[in-house]
């Protein structure tokens, strides 16, 4: 049996899925199949890196998202100038 992987979300510990089936099912319905995608074409030497992806993913980060999106604006202004 595979050891249990945790996490902080917002202050709060919170297990993160580590298993293909685990990982699919704490994923919302609207993102399993871009999952399977992902999964089933990683070859041995990405599997690892594909599956910390989705790992991490299944695990909604709200301060993290924000972070992301306005990195995402930082980046989209900065093309716009230049």
Do not use: C
Not at 10 to 36: M, Q, T
Not at 50 to 61: C, F, G, I, K, T
């Amino acid at each position: 049996m595979s050891e249990s992987l945790k996490t902080f979300v917002g202050g709060a510990e919170v297990e993160v899925p580590n298993s293909i089936p685990a990982i699919r099912a704490a994923l919302p319905e609207d993102r399993r199949e871009e999952f399977d995608h992902a999964i089933n074409e990683a070859g041995v030497h990405e599997i690892q890196a594909v599956m910390r992806h989705w790992m991490l993913e299944s695990v909604p980060d709200p301060e993290a998202e924000q972070i992301l999106e306005r990195l995402a604006q930082d980046e989209a202004e900065r093309r716009s100038v230049a």
